[in-house]
């Protein structure tokens, strides 16, 4: 039985807390919805900030919604070198001893102590998904791009959850390496 699942690109983006929205934007501000995203329940905003490292900055980082409980930038390892940023590969949310970064919205300011990360390659399972195909939460797993520039990929995370829909997340270095883009499928081979 194939088990394949379909690829979602992850460009560089932010989760930010209620109280960071109102930072940046004004008291009382919430976010407003661009468009859905794989996640239920998750949405791009079309509100965007810039994110500012030692060395570069990047303007209008898209903001992922709803409010989180804390805030944390998700960049590829090549983002991080251009902002100048040390960020650790790790899962999301799993942010300390994490860097700090400065954030600018049209309201004002926020500084960051921890929280920009190289998010960990991982496939969303729902539950029902997961117990299918015999996989657990936390499992690492073996995943193979097809294509032109196809190749393997070890360690992706197996994410379950009752509120989680099937879909692989893979930044843009790993995209680019395997010329993968969102809406195609990758085969579990492990």
């Not at 998750?42 to 060395?55: D, R």
């Not at 657990?136 to 995943?143: E, F, I, T, Y």
């Amino acid at each position: 039985m194939s088990k394949t699942v379909p690829v979602g690109v992850s460009a560089r983006h932010i989760h930010l807390t209620q109280e960071h929205v109102e930072a940046l934007f004004g008291p009382g501000y919430q976010l407003t919805e661009f468009k859905p995203l794989s996640q239920p329940g998750q949405f791009a905003a079309n509100e965007t900030v810039a994110v500012i490292g030692t060395k570069g900055k990047f303007d209008k980082v898209r903001i992922l919604g709803p409010a989180r409980p804390a805030s944390q930038l998700e960049v590829s390892r090549t983002d991080a070198f251009a902002l100048g940023v040390k960020a650790p590969v790790r899962e999301s949310g799993n942010i300390e001893g994490t860097p700090g970064i400065t954030l600018k919205g049209p309201a004002g300011e926020v500084e960051l102590e921890t929280g920009v990360i190289v998010a960990a390659r991982h496939i969303h399972f729902h539950t029902s998904d997961a117990e299918a195909w015999g996989i657990a939460d936390k499992q690492l797993l073996k995943v193979r791009l097809g294509g032109e520039r196809g190749l393997v990929l070890e360690n992706v995370i197996a994410r379950v959850s009752d509120s989680f829909a099937l879909d692989m997340h893979i930044d843009t270095d790993e995209a680019n390496a395997a010329g993968a883009n969102n809406g195609d499928t990758a085969e579990i081979v492990d």
